[in-house]
Structures are given as C-alpha cells and as structure tokens.
C-alpha cells in the first residue's frame, strides 16, 4: 500500500502546483506572498530530519523574513485595532513566560537566543505594517504550495515511512512522516494549511486541496489530526454558502470572542488534569506527572526551562508535552492560561474582521489551531519554528481592500 499512497500522493501535489502555476495573477510574486514563503517554508524546512533545526538556518531564515518583510518593496495595509490587540496578547504571554523562566529556572546565556529571536519576529509582524495584499486568498495559495512541495518531497523521499507502534498504524501499513521527525507533526501542519485554504480559496483547487490534505492524513495516521480535519470541513459546510463583500466583515463582539477563548482554555486544561496514565497513547502519563510538578506552584508554573531540568532528573518522561495548554500552565501557570485564552479570543475577532463569511467559518485557522493544541504542542513562543507560522499568519492577514462603488466622475471630483 505504501507505492499506492506515494503515487496517488505525487499526483495530488503535482497537480495542485500545475494548477496554482496557471492560475497566477503574476509572473512576479508579491512581497506578501515572498514573505509568508520564507515564514512557513523555511520554517519547516529547519525542523526536517535534514536540517534538524540548525541554529544557522534558522537565523538565515529570521534575517531574511525580516529583509523582506521591512524593505519598502509596495504599499502597506494600516494595521487595525485587532491586530494590534492579538499583537498585545501575544507580547504579555511571552512577558510573562520570560519573567518565570528568569526567576525560575537556572538559564544559561545561550538558552536566550531563541526566545530573544522569536519576539524580535513576533515584535515585528505584530507593530509594523503589513504589505499590502496579505489577504486569506494569498494566504491559502502560498501555504498550498508550501504544503504541495512538501506533498512530493514525502512521495519521493525514501525514508518518509516509519513502522507501525501498539498505538496506532495507518492503512498503508505504515506511518508517513515525510520529511520531518513525526507523522504528527507532518499531519499537523496539513491540517494548518487546509484552514486557510477552505477559509480562502474556492472551486476545483479547493477540493484538491482538500483531497491532499486527506491523503497526507490518512499516510500519517495521525488521529488528532483527523478528528480536527474533519470538524474543520463540517464547520466550513453548515456555516452555509460564503457571503461576497467589499469590505471586512463586522467585528465580532467581545463578549463572543471572550467566550470562545475561556471554552478553549477549559476544555484542555480539564482534558490534561482528567486523564489516565494511558490516555491519548499514553500521554496522560506525561500530562499527571507535568500536573503534579507544577502543583507547587499552579499560578506562576516552573518556567518553560525547567521542563529539561526536570526531565533530566527523571521527574518527567523524555517526551515533549504533547499539549498547548499543558506547556503553558507548567511554563506560566494559570496566569499563562489566561493569557492564552486572550490571545486564542482576540484572534478570532482578528481572523473574522479580516475575513468574509460567518464566524464558523471567518475563525476556522483559530479554531484548527485551538483544537490541535489539546493533544499537540502547536506553537512554542520560545522558539522560532515551523510551529511559529500559524500564530504569525493571523497578525499579518490584511482583508480585502474597500471598493469604492461612486460613479466614475464623482471619485475624479473628489480627488480633485
């Protein structure tokens, strides 16, 4: 079966670059579309087996990001109040996480560069302009043919399987990692992609799309990642036909977007404190002893460092946590989690005020990053990764640019 799922994957990826290729609007790319290229696929490409995130590259890829993110290439879009506010949220988080690693853990001076690096980007697409035309169709299209090429590298790539374990294994007999460590992680990202494609993109791309995202998912069996995909694509189907609109949609209320982020921070802190030494293969294991350690001090956590400490003491299983909301209540404590319920809320007041359509379906890429973050760690404020993207792409998404609908003459007189 593994053949079979290569060469139906070839063809998928294929095909969505032919079709991307002769459906462009320009021979030229855009400093939106160069920008988010560099963001997400380099991003991933420091965290492959082959780079296995190389600080070099990974400082190549910031520098670059940041030339061609800063350098006056176009006109810029003025950046709301929305982002501005996802922008705070994110800044406070991270504050707060850097205060309880400095008091908390025993840091050495170069276990700064990384967190340093990764405010400097966040800093950077959260307070300046974005170029303008970083719109969620771009969005969609430069992360598909991110996802493509990364589709055709894991049918190529002769060491994309890795063997089955007890806890699961995929139809081909196999689980597909690709180019990267895990199939989770793998999934993870096609699940991040195929948000921002249903979200922008339409017609026979988009079920392309869809179709290889599914294969990545079934070659990955990755079941988080599953269960995500396919509540996504129910989500996007009862919000019912999009609306067409020349403008941003009308904000979502505060109340709306307030209850959306604590439902979300409740339902994984309860998740991670309710489960079994055997639940989610095993991750419950991880999650108890996580829990215990950080019950002396449950407001202001043990630091994000202080996670390798513990796991070389033996306090904690060698494996990551598994588990957004895990990683910041041991980082930051219950203080983080709140934190993190402002940022998953005014994110969703950003996405939907930059996007058409119902809040089902304007917020999607918030509610797919919300929903794998209860069995996976999808974004680490610490780091500069393939996992910072997601976080990212929601403070540089711009809407579509107001149509001004007067007669011909009367905008000449205006203008006049």
């Known amino acids: ?73 176009g006109t810029r879009a003025l950046p709301p109040a929305t982002k501005r506010a996802l922008a705070l949220a994110c800044l406070l988080l991270w504050a707060w996480l850097a205060v309880v690693d ?24 959260g307070v300046m302009s974005a170029p303008l035309g970083m719109t969620p169709r771009v969005l969609g299209r430069t992360l598909l043919t991110v996802l493509a090429v990364v589709g055709v590298a894991s049918a190529l790539l002769p060491a994309s399987w890795r063997a089955c374990d007890e806890f699961k294994c995929g139809p081909a007999g196999a689980l597909m990692t690709g180019p990267f460590p895990s199939e989770n992680y793998l999934a993870m990202q096609a699940v991040l992609v195929l948000a921002w494609v249903l979200l922008g993109l339409r017609g026979s791309l988009r079920v392309t799309a869809v179709l290889l995202v599914a294969t990545l998912l079934l070659a990955s069996g990755s079941r988080t990642s599953m269960i995500v995909a396919l509540l996504a694509l129910l989500l996007f189907v009862v919000s019912g036909r999009e609306r067409h609109t020349t403008g941003p949609r009308r904000p979502v209320s505060y109340v709306t977007a307030s209850l959306l982020g604590m439902l979300a921070v409740v339902v994984g802190y309860v998740l991670i404190v309710r489960s079994t030494t055997s639940t989610f293969s095993n991750r419950g294991q991880t999650w108890a002893r996580a829990v215990e350690a950080v019950e002396e001090h449950p407001w202001r956590g043990l630091g994000f460092h202080s996670w390798f400490e513990l796991q070389r003491v033996g306090t904690l299983p060698d494996h990551f946590a598994h588990s957004e909301y895990l990683i910041l209540l041991f980082s930051g404590g219950y203080v983080a989690l709140a934190l993190f319920a402002v940022v998953i809320a005014v994110a969703v007041r950003q996405t939907a005020a930059m996007s058409p359509g119902p ?8 509610f797919v990053f919300a929903g794998l973050g209860l069995t996976e760690s999808v974004w680490n404020p610490f780091t500069f ?19 001004d609908s007067r007669p011909r003459a009367e905008r000449a007189a205006t203008a006049a």
């Open 102 to 125: 400095l008091l908390a853990a025993d840091l050495q001076a170069g276990q700064l560069v990384a967190p340093l690096t990764s405010l400097v980007v966040l800093v950077l697409s």
């Open 1 to 73: 079966m593994q053949p079979l799922f290569q060469a139906v994957l070839l063809l998928l990826s294929t095909t969505v670059l032919v079709v991307l290729w002769c459906t462009r609007s320009s021979n030229r790319p855009s400093q939106a579309q160069l920008a988010v290229f560099v963001l997400v696929g380099a991003g991933l490409a420091g965290d492959t087996t082959f780079l296995d995130g190389d600080v070099y590259f990974r400082a190549a890829v910031v520098i670059c990001f940041v030339a061609i993110f800063v350098l006056p290439f």
């Open 385 to 403: 990764d393939g996992s910072s993207w997601p976080i990212l792409v929601m403070l540089l998404v711009t809407g579509r640019p107001r149509v």
């Open 359 to 366: 809040l089902a379906r304007a917020a999607l890429p918030v």
